[in-house]
């Protein structure tokens, strides 16, 4: 069925629901095809509310019957809810329903997955389930019963009796219906338990299939470390009996929050030495913290719509954040975010899907999990905390916990509470939630008589979602570096809050370097003229270690500018400067071996957009490699002696110390690859003992094209294990040649394995091709062609994945006219499908419509 011509829903109409809900009461009988879940609701007339009209959503629902009080009753049904008279006093709502599990393949509502019930209801799942006001401010209390011929039944709260075949559940807590959830299967758990700082003893259950056993002790350790820092660093206790995490094979995001059941992506919650990476295990500790830390920031407090989104994402993602700094390493954390920042958020915020943090309208909302609502909203709370300072940021925290628990809120409440503990005016700091681009702040400097001056100017380019943007609050960190490379003036706040603003540094001795934006202080694109010189000065100088990253970065940048555009040789500052970094062991591995990496190609191909160039992706793939290939040459001597400095001869922990010398280690590895053709690579394959040595190496051999036999070892050695299975895919149409991208990935979309209902496995086919820069946009098309075929494929299967998938389209102004040309017929041929659905012909009219 096609859905109905797309409407759009705008913050400035919002108006509360009719009615309260007192109480819900759900009964669910299982089968796979025939689902039948009776509900039973008290309702009260809302006294903050005018309108008393009742509407509750529902799709994709089979009403069997319903009645009011007892009686029976007969709503007007369309494809998106129903209505009815109700009465305007309090009465009893109760329906039957039926639904489809199995035939469920969008992965929203109740589904299946390989024989096991699972729920997924953020943001308008519920509706999929039963009739409903499914929307963030309808809070209330459940209690679930299911019936069901499976081993293991699981809801939200706290358990209630069972038997065989039968559970119940009830949940103190009242929230939305999004946080609902359901699982039901043939599960084994891994137990454990954690005492809370009040002194409940809380149950820890992580649920997974049989056999994925031995996959669950580091998810249960870091949801303990997880735990035990929401309540050191924010004062936060866990408020149930029990905790549970299910893990899922099919699932389109990576976790969900449920209220004390939280459903996982498997590849977010699984994890042993021999089948995942380091970079797995971080990732895995960072979902695990970010799902429990939203029961306090996103359940206990939820948003009131879902433009409020950012109020529960990106004050989670920022205490994440703040949680893997503590963990590990702040430095290269703050770099790694940074990266993500600028590969994802940046295109995002500068192309024709530009929205603010906050969103003034939508047509579909799960087009909206964007990284601007998360890692942007993210930032916005890091500079509210740089500019209230933390003593402050801890007492509005407090305070927004004691005033809201139990609410569903707004930004307006969320800065009002800054504003109560300081004092201060956040009017204008608010435009960072309204207005959509990334502001371009340009510096100048000046040096007469000691006195040193920095002037900056601001401004943000207009766009669809923000027509005439006005100047933010911007908090500019600087610390000023004297010629002899001591740090004169130490690291010091400036608030740009004008267009223009000068500041001043008084009583120098001499000229100094300024080290402008340290540690990423707000989520701008900082424009200076500056010499090759003072970049490597900072390189070598900075003490501030974000800065000293960035300047290794810009110099890569240039240096790779120079040698696309201008056929220039690679530049000896950014070689002499990198090659000094990574031979100084006085430094942190994890932190040399960002150092070595180069800024992404398509970070490339925007820098030259910007400037006024047409990008040619085939030009940067080999500048980026005659760069890659000139750094092995100079540190060629190095090699060895520095790698035999990375191997780790104890027993695999995922640790930061051991990770950032594997990190470093592979970074190397990969340079001597293009020395020694692949002979270390291969040994080190062959002595693999860990996934991460594993996969670096065979990464290896697959970029210098010799990986043939190690592939097919490592799918005979791993075919049982989907999650590793999935790596062996992305692997190799990643690391394939330009010209053999498309190829691979169209050879693997024909694989046996590839089940491309399953979202793993497609992103880890087609994302990785998106990700392949210059094979993505090979010259011919074909890999606009590739994606777009499975798009529309895919579209009608999973609608949420298919248009989230459709971003890699969203730069495609940026490209010459041939290229324009492929990628338009490409979206087009997507937005002539007949059914589209409502999630993809949204992304699909606004990439094109800009
Ligand atoms: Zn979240």
Redesign the pocket.
Known sequence: MKDAAPTTVYLEDYKPFGYVVDSVHLTFDLAPNATRVKSRIEFSPNPEAADRRFWLDGEKLKLISAKIDGKDVNPVCTAEGLSCDAPDAPFVWEAEVEIDPAGNTALEGLYMSNGMYCTQCEAQGFRKITYYPDRPDVMSVFTVRINGDLPVLLSNGNPGKSGDGWAEWHDPWPKPAYLFALVAGDLVAHSDSFTTIGGRDVALNLYVRPGDEGKCAFGMEALKKSMKWDEDVYGREYDLDIFNIVAVDDFNMGAM?NKGLNIFNSSAVLASPETSTDMNFERIEAIIA??YF?NWT?NRITCRDWFQLCL??GL??YRDSQFTSDMRSAPVKRISDTIDLRARQFPEDNGPLAHPVRPDSFQEINNFYTATV?EKGAEVIGMLKRLVGDAAYAEALDLYFARHDGQACTIEDWLKVFEDVTGRDLTQFKRWYSQAGTPRVKVTEHWENGTYRLTFTQSTPASVASPAPQPQVIPIAVGLIGPNGDEVVETTLLELTEETQAFEFSGLSAKPVPSILRGFSAPVILERETTTAERAFLLAHDTDPFNRWEAGRTLALETLNDMTLGGAAPNAAYLDGIVAVTRDSSLDPAYRALMLGLPSQSELAAAQAESGHTPDPMAIWNACETLRQTLAEKLQDDLPGLMAEMRVEAPYRPDAEQSGKRSLGGALLSLLTRLDGGEEAARQYAEADNMTLQLSALSCLVRAGKGEDALRQFYEQWQGDRLVIDKWFMLQVLNAAPDRAVGAAKALTEHKDFNWKNPNRFRATLGALTGNHAGFHAADGAGYALLADWLIKLDPVNPQTAARMCTAFQTWKRYDAERQGQMRAALERIAAQPDLSRDTTEMVSRILGA
């Open positions: 929050e970010h799902e939203h996103g529960k994402e989670t993602v998360y």
